[in-house]
């Protein structure tokens, strides 16, 4: 898909977050992590949110977590969304413990498919040539 | 903390001129003409101002175009809450003696701005959560009210949403003012298209175009003027996040701290509350309000509001003038939630007149369910 075609917002990224970007271009799903207090988080910052340490890495994530909501949008939102509705808005816990906003892929966006607390991992959707969206998708059994 | 509890009271309160489907006046406008409404209301003159208060505009704006230059200034800006926290900022800036007539004015044109307010990218929502649609908060709130459903039952949650949907508008009709004034049944929200699921249409605000100004003073200045004071017995703010998927639990909001603060403060209890008038920007903001302002307790909601009890005639009055469902809802809604408490207190309000109104709790709640403020207010 190239730039131009596509429509939707695109994540401007910001100092603290540019390595989350490029991992996820080189699809990888990256979260920051406290040293101090040993508890990952999202959204990626630089100072702990939890104990604002400034003690904090980086740590690859395992791309499996949980459902921990979703809804199915009838009307899009804005007209670059019009086209996908119905689609599925999400939150994914994930294995290390954060909880992230996403999109449910590669299901029925049918209530009677979908359950909070289902596995689900991650995959990476290529938007532009230089960002990539993580989303997520019910896990393979 | 310095005890406050009735040292204000607020003494005036109006719409803008005209509200709904207002397609040829600016946000700034309603802003002016509610202040003007207010202060006619309160028996002051914009000369009496020196205390100015608003949220989406800077008070930069909203100053120059009503031309007052104000000795306090507070844009506190926190989504629809904001007007009920700017009581609160009122209240201790008169104490404090940073002014003595404060003016909180809203005007908004959700539905007929001529232009948008872009959204600003360096924000984390727009970095994580806007790729992905989470755009307005139709779709932020269903996922909130999913996890509820998930939590407690989707058949009691589906039912409490419909009898929330359907009480709200039973007080529309009563309401001249109101946008939507026909009867709603409850075939009539279960066959409403779906906006994001679990949310019908009906589980949704109106998007209007609206204004309306509150005008707070001291105690012994609102015992001169021309309305019975409304007393500021409580009052509490706070929030715990931005976007919805920062919300540390979905299915509880802030007013769990701000709702039992206020009633300390106020030195009342939920049985002591005639009138609820509870920010509704979703049936489900509603319902979990209730519960989290502790009129009930968690999962309890759908007990709490069965069998219309929030309606006309029931023995729980909530929402009474249609609320942000049925009667107005330009973007940020929770100014006019005191314009219908003051109402209220003072016995202005005809059809839908609450019998013996004296104690009303009122709890705003801003952004992706980010912040509530609650107030408690009271006539003599």
Redesign the interface.
């Known amino acids: 898909m190239t730039e131009q075609a596509y429509s939707?917002?695109?994540?401007?990224?910001?100092g603290e977050?540019d390595y989350y970007w490029e991992k996820a271009k080189a699809h990888e799903l990256w979260l920051r992590k406290c040293d101090d207090c040993n508890q990952a988080y999202?959204?990626p910052r630089d100072i702990c949110p939890m104990c604002f340490s400034r003690n904090t890495s980086w740590i690859q994530a395992s791309g499996k977590g949980t459902l921990?909501?979703?809804?199915?949008?009838?009307?899009?939102?804005?007209l670059a969304?019009r086209d996908?509705a119905?689609?599925v808005?999400?939150?994914v816990d994930l294995e290390e413990g954060p909880?992230?906003?996403?999109?449910l892929i590669d299901v029925e966006p049918d209530?009677a498919n979908i359950t909070?607390?289902m596995p689900v991992e991650v995959v990476f959707e290529d938007?532009t040539d230089e960002i990539t969206?993580p989303?997520f998708k019910p896990e393979e059994v | 903390m310095a005890d406050l509890s009735k040292s204000v009271a607020i003494v005036g309160t109006a719409e803008s001129d005209e509200i709904g489907l207002v397609p040829n006046k600016s946000a700034l406008q309603h802003h002016a003409e509610a202040a003007h409404n207010a202060l006619e209301d309160a028996g002051l003159t914009k000369g009496d101002v020196d205390g100015l208060f608003t949220a989406g505009y800077s008070t930069l704006a909203t100053a120059d175009y009503m031309g007052i230059k104000p000795k306090f200034t507070d844009s506190t800006s926190i989504g629809g809450s904001s007007f009920i926290v700017h009581i609160a900022h009122a209240m201790a800036a008169i104490n404090a003696g940073y002014c003595e007539v404060a003016l909180i004015t809203h005007g908004q044109t959700g539905r007929s701005a001529r232009a948008p307010f872009p959204p600003d990218p360096n924000l984390p929502t727009m970095q994580y959560e806007f790729p992905y649609g989470f755009i307005g908060q139709p779709i932020n709130y269903a996922m909130a009210a999913n996890r509820y459903i998930h939590q407690y039952g989707e058949d009691r949650t589906r039912q409490a949403l419909a009898e929330i949907a359907v009480s709200t508008r039973k007080w529309a009709t009563l309401n001249p003012k109101a946008m939507m004034r026909d009867e709603m049944t409850f075939d009539d929200y279960h066959n409403s298209r779906w906006i994001a699921w679990p949310f019908h249409l009906l589980d949704c605000c109106l998007v209007t175009d609206a204004g309306a100004a509150v005008v707070v003073t001291s105690a012994e200045r609102a015992k001169s003027l021309k309305k019975k004071p409304v007393w500021v017995l409580g009052a509490a703010e706070g929030h715990d996040h931005l976007g919805i998927s920062t919300m540390p639990d979905l299915t509880s909001t802030y007013s769990r701290e701000t709702g039992p603060a206020a009633l300390a403060m106020a030195g009342v209890t939920h049985s002591d509350i005639d009138l609820a008038m509870i920010y509704d920007s979703f049936t489900y903001t509603t319902l979990a309000t209730l519960e989290g302002l502790g009129f009930c307790g968690r999962g309890e909601g759908p007990d709490f509001v069965a069998g219309q009890r929030t309606a006309p005639g029931g023995d729980f009055p909530v929402n009474t003038n249609g609320g942000g469902l049925s009667y107005t809802h330009p973007g940020m809604y929770g100014i006019f939630l005191i314009v219908e408490a003051v109402r209220q207190l003072r016995g202005e309000c005809g059809d839908r007149q609450v019998p013996n109104c004296k104690i009303n709790l009122t709890n705003g709640t801003g952004g992706a369910l980010s912040s509530t403020g609650t107030v408690v207010l009271a006539i003599d």
């Open positions: 939707k917002p695109i994540p401007v990224p910001q977050s999202f959204y921990h909501t979703f809804a199915i949008v009838h009307r899009a939102p804005t969304f996908d119905p689609f808005v999400a939150m909880r992230m906003p996403t999109n209530p909070i607390g938007i969206l989303k």
